[in-house]
């Protein structure tokens, strides 16, 4: 398997952080301290950064402010969500569930949802992709 890397873009321009791999190591903790020193964290609502990205498979790390919304929305492949810090609200058309540090869920593909930070948050998104043929 060859490794992959991210393109390096204007808000991190450093690139080079792998992908996907046979392995690929994954500082949680580095990477909450780094969006949250990015000009988008002060500038916006909300921050993420993509940990590892692989066909079938990509995981998402999120940091929201207490506030924020990530507006009702579909995915195309089961997502899982699990709080690391924080405390969100999951709300789908049928239920809502405040999350909070060490909780998780799990939806099918295709449900509407969405996302409000009760507090500050980060957490893991997991999300099933497609895989090509």
């Excluded at 997502?79 to 569930?97: A, H, K, R």
């Excluded at 593909?109 to 500050?120: C, D, W």
Aim: charged content about 25%; cysteine-free; aromatic content about 4%.
């Amino acid at each position: 398997m060859d490794d992959k890397y991210n393109e390096s873009t204007d808000l991190r321009p450093e690139g080079e952080r792998m992908l996907d791999g046979s392995l690929v190591n994954i500082d949680i903790a580095g990477f909450s301290r780094q969006l949250k020193k990015e000009s988008a964290w002060n500038n916006s609502d909300r921050n993420a950064i993509t940990v590892y990205k692989t066909n079938g498979l990509r995981i998402v790390l999120i940091a929201l402010h207490e506030g924020a919304v990530i507006a009702k929305h579909t995915a195309d492949g089961i997502i899982s969500v699990q709080v690391l810090e924080g405390e969100i609200n999951f709300t789908t058309d049928e239920q809502s569930v405040i999350l909070k540090k060490e909780q998780m869920i799990a939806l099918h593909k295709g449900l509407p949802h969405s996302v409000t930070a009760l507090k500050e948050s980060v957490f893991l998104l997991t999300l099933t992709t497609s895989i090509a043929k």
